[in-house]
């Protein structure tokens, strides 16, 4: 029987202007990618200043169609980060190419540059480097690197949207960089990503490789490549706009029920801010994540969260590392990321959470850690 939650682990934050919005798309007579996807394409580009974006299906889908652009496939390499969003590994293999996996930074989950420097060798031909749950990745380090070794930087945004890194947004710093809508980041349109480039030649291929255009169907030079048809409907992109034009007050109000977290979980002895890196200068959370202590088992983090869902708290292990998974195997061991994954709680993050709610979750939490005889939880 499948559990019912009283306290979800992500709820969109939407509004009566989304509700008209896609009214207004369905009393239209189109449906499918249409003006609304190219106003939504417009906007977000200018949102992170950026020359293209192109909407696509979804964030795995962007990846792969940003791979293929940059003709990157059979017995080429891509390093990737084992603890991230997975289907984002998964497109290097859809693409023919082979996913190699490098260690994490202790701190922030994101990929180390000079784990990143290890894992490179002759077939190697991009990073794809995410800002994980939220919080960016080194991107001075990685740029360097990258250029350096004459690379492609791709920048994985599908758990970030709205976070700075000196001075920046993130999807600011890769060649290319891909974002996802889909729950439970921060703006939500049900599915659907978006790859935003300044490199006008691989966007062009970006659309190419997505679908055919209505006035192409017939077009002989069409034909010359097989698309995937990827795109995205106006129904979608009229719930990103207005979304995105929301994005700031979404945003706003994810950052109060942070600090209700805060406010609860600095009573409990141990217990420590989420790390923010230096370079960081605005990290706005995928989910909230309460890592446990070295005391604590991969089995004890389950019972815990399996004791939320008995007090119907929907919470979840958040990462199983891709190199421990059956399509990756033989990838080798990661020290960190195995430390990190085996010890990792995501708790609900949301806008619809009151102050009641959250101490409620943290206390069940706190709770929890004590019952499976670990003692409390603790960030590292």
């Not at 190699?100 to 077939?123: C, E, M, N, Q």
């Not at 706009?241 to 209700?260: F, G, H, S």
Request: hydrophobic share 45%; aromatic share 8%; glycine share 8%.
């Amino acid at each position: 029987m499948k559990k019912t939650f009283d306290i979800f682990l992500s709820d969109p934050d939407i509004s009566a202007a989304e509700l008209d919005a896609i009214g207004a798309a369905l009393r239209s007579p189109r449906l499918s990618q249409g003006p609304v996807v190219e106003q939504f394409e417009q906007a977000f580009a200018e949102s992170l200043g950026r020359r293209h974006a192109v909407a696509v299906a979804s964030g795995t889908l962007g990846l792969l169609l940003a791979l293929q652009a940059y003709r990157i496939g059979p017995r080429q390499e891509v390093v990737v980060s084992p603890y991230s969003w997975h289907q984002i590994a998964h497109a290097v293999t859809l693409a023919g190419a082979t996913p190699v996996f490098a260690d994490i930074d202790y701190w922030s989950g994101t990929l180390a540059h000079d784990k990143v420097a290890a894992r490179i060798g002759p077939a190697t031909r991009a990073i794809v480097a995410g800002n994980v749950n939220g919080h960016p990745a080194a991107w001075g380090p990685l740029r360097e690197l990258a250029a350096r070794r004459g690379l492609l930087l791709i920048e994985d945004s599908t758990e970030a949207i709205g976070s700075r890194y000196q001075g920046k947004p993130v999807g600011s710093f890769g060649d290319c960089a891909i974002f996802d809508f889909s729950q439970p980041g921060a703006l939500v349109c049900g599915e659907g990503g978006m790859v935003v480039t300044d490199d006008t030649d691989i966007a062009a291929r970006l659309r190419s490789h997505r679908n055919r255009r209505i006035d192409e169907r017939f077009s002989v030079v069409a034909g010359a490549s097989v698309p995937w048809q990827a795109g995205m409907s106006d129904l979608t992109a009229a719930l990103g706009l207005t979304q995105l034009a929301r994005l700031n007050e979404i945003l706003a109000r994810r950052k109060l029920v942070e600090r209700y977290y805060y406010e609860y979980v600095k009573s409990f002895e141990g217990i420590k801010d989420p790390y923010v890196a230096p370079e960081a200068d605005e990290v706005h959370w995928f989910l909230y994540l309460v890592h446990l202590g070295t005391r604590f088992t991969r089995s004890s983090r389950d019972a815990i969260v399996d004791d939320l869902h008995t007090a119907g708290i929907e919470a979840a292990a958040w990462c199983q590392p891709l190199h421990r998974q059956p399509a990756y195997r033989g990838a080798g061991s990661l020290f960190v990321t195995e430390k990190v994954a085996d010890r990792v709680l995501a708790l609900p993050l949301h806008a619809h959470l009151t102050e009641d709610q959250v101490a409620f979750i943290v206390q069940t939490a706190k709770d929890a850690s004590i019952n499976v005889g670990a003692g409390v939880a603790i960030y590292l």
